[in-house]
């Protein structure tokens, strides 16, 4: 019987690399007031978690979900 709870690959240097050159250059865009960004901007923020996870998975240690970039830049940023 194959365990459903295993853990996934932790992230490697690549992965989070990508990660931090890519917030660094979209941070503001996340930070930005929905109210402010005008119409459209929560898509806009779908749009830039997306390509931040498309970039990720193209560094080849698997697939991650949405939801475990997120964490992991949550945890990133926590720590620093």
């Known amino acids: 019987m194959e365990n459903v709870n295993k853990r996934a690959k932790a992230f490697n240097e690549r992965e989070i690399e990508v990660m931090t050159?890519?917030?660094k250059l979209n941070i503001h865009k996340l930070r930005m007031?929905?109210?402010s960004g005008g119409p459209g901007m929560?898509?806009?923020v779908?749009?830039?978690w997306d390509e931040l996870?498309?970039?990720v998975?193209?560094?080849g240690n698997g697939?991650?979900?949405l939801q475990q970039i997120k964490e992991k830049w949550r945890n990133m940023v926590n720590i620093e």
């Open 33 to 35: 007031n929905h109210g």
């Open 46 to 48: 779908c749009e830039i």
């Open 21 to 23: 050159d890519y917030m």
């Open 57 to 59: 998975n193209a560094c």
């Open 42 to 44: 929560v898509a806009r």
């Open 63 to 65: 697939p991650r979900t």
């Open 53 to 55: 996870l498309a970039g």
